[in-house]
């Protein structure tokens, strides 16, 4: 693969993300997971405050967490150990990584807590969407039965649907992810020496990671007529920058949850703590 590591300015910026992954990255999930779930916490707060259902608030923004350490973890070791590997393999797993992170700073970033829950009950209305789909879809197996679902559990599923919604339309992942380019470009702004760029180059970037990964991870053409930093037509971009990009997003995203699930936090206004170095 040609990432164009023979610039000495990209291999910093591969090593500045990997050191953000297994340092502050991967520290920040160990005390995350050393918390308990109590109410009082601004996660505790916007779990009971949406409707009731199968999907929980909690347990999507813990699934959103996992999939940032998971998926980076791999990232790092493949970039560290040299493992031969395809950029399809890099851009899924780095896709996956920027969805979690902007999931989990789009509910839990801003400082305002009606914020918050307007965004957590964005957040969860896509998971319900997505969620009655599969189960409209399962209802009707005949052969692979054992995947079918109760009528009763996926009458239970619409109907916390329909409360989250509103009347509303379902938002997609756009929704989502764009609404999180904001919020990021604006915390990396103010991170002295964390992010290059004005607010607007790394909101931009932000969505162009977005939607350049995910045409590679859908396994779309269209990606490769995009410029790159390098010879390869199968890695678009700049792939250590990008990566530095979405290391410092998950920083930010650990720093957030951690922040909101602690003990006392529900419906306070305290900004996320941003000045710490990533690493």
């Known amino acids: 693969m040609d990432m164009g590591l023979e610039n000495p300015a990209a291999l910093e910026a591969l090593a500045r993300a990997v050191s953000i992954i297994d340092g ?36 999507t923004i813990i699934s959103a967490a996992d999939a940032v350490r998971g998926t980076l973890d791999q990232v790092s070791h493949i970039v560290r150990t040299n493992t031969p590997t395809s950029p399809i393999v890099l851009y899924a797993l780095s896709r996956a990584a920027l969805v979690g992170a902007g999931r989990v700073v789009f509910a839990l970033l801003p400082a305002d807590p009606a914020t918050r829950l307007r965004n957590a009950r964005v957040l969860l209305a896509q998971e319900a969407k997505g969620f009655t ?16 679902p109760e009528a009763q559990y996926l009458a239970a599923a619409q109907r916390q649907k329909a409360a989250i919604q509103e009347g509303n339309q379902p938002p997609g992942d756009g929704k989502v992810m764009y609404g999180a380019a904001e919020v990021v470009a604006a915390a990396l702004e103010a991170m002295p020496g964390d992010a290059d760029g004005s607010r607007k180059a790394l909101k931009e970037h932000f969505i162009w990671l977005w939607n350049t990964y995910s045409g590679v991870a859908h396994a779309h053409a269209w990606p490769r007529l995009l ?19 979405i290391a410092t997003t998950a920083h930010v995203a650990m720093l957030s949850f951690k922040l909101r699930h602690q003990p006392g936090s529900a419906n306070t206004t305290k900004t996320v703590p941003l000045t710490s170095e990533p690493g």
């Not at 520290?27 to 199968?54: H, K, M, N, T, Y």
């Not at 009707?140 to 039965?145: R, Y």
């Open 24 to 59: 502050s990255v991967e520290r920040l999930c160990d005390e995350i997971s050393e918390l308990p779930f109590v109410e009082d916490s601004e996660v505790g707060r916007l779990a009971r405050a949406l409707p009731p259902g199968p999907i929980s608030f909690d347990r």
């Open 227 to 245: 410029p790159g930093s390098g010879q390869d037509r199968r890695i678009p971009g700049d792939f250590p920058s990008d990566l530095h990009m």
């Open 133 to 148: 789909q599969a189960l409209d879809c399962y209802a009707g197996f005949e052969q692979f039965s054992r995947m079918k």
